[in-house]
């Protein structure tokens, strides 16, 4: 079965840096987008950034642009999700997402998440 499993969470100081991973097995990882996505308390889960099968191009959000870096390693199965100059509104969980095709339908699957806080 998909399974996505984050990890590299935790407690950064405002300014500082972390390195979220994410391992995918249960699917054919190097034919797909992977998209990293993160849900503030109270507010609506919103994407992050995406990279494409190849990793040839990726795409970010406007509030992470020139901060964040989406990376893969399709011999490992691991997308990565560099995160500098981090600060208090980047505090959120964070999943790796991919959409598959199931029956011709797409569906989406998830990781459990890992906690990003920023925080002095």
């Known amino acids: 079965q998909v399974q996505l499993v984050e990890s590299g969470g935790g407690l950064v100081q405002p300014g500082g840096s972390l390195r979220l991973s994410c391992a995918a097995s249960?699917?054919?990882?190097?034919?797909?987008?992977m998209r990293w996505y993160r849900q503030a308390p109270g507010k609506e889960r919103e994407l992050v950034g995406s990279?494409?099968?190849?990793?040839?191009?990726?795409t970010y959000a406007d509030s992470v642009k020139g901060r964040f870096t989406i990376s893969r390693d399709n011999a490992k199965n691991t997308v990565t999700l560099q995160m500098n100059s981090l600060n208090a509104e980047d505090t959120a969980m964070y999943y790796c997402?991919?959409?598959?095709?199931?029956?011709?339908?797409?569906?989406?699957?998830w990781g459990q998440g890992t906690q990003v806080t920023v925080s002095s």
């Open positions: 249960g699917f054919m990882f190097s034919r797909y987008v």
């Open positions: 990279i494409t099968s190849n990793g040839g191009r990726t």
């Open positions: 997402n991919v959409q598959l095709l199931r029956l011709g339908e797409p569906s989406n699957y």
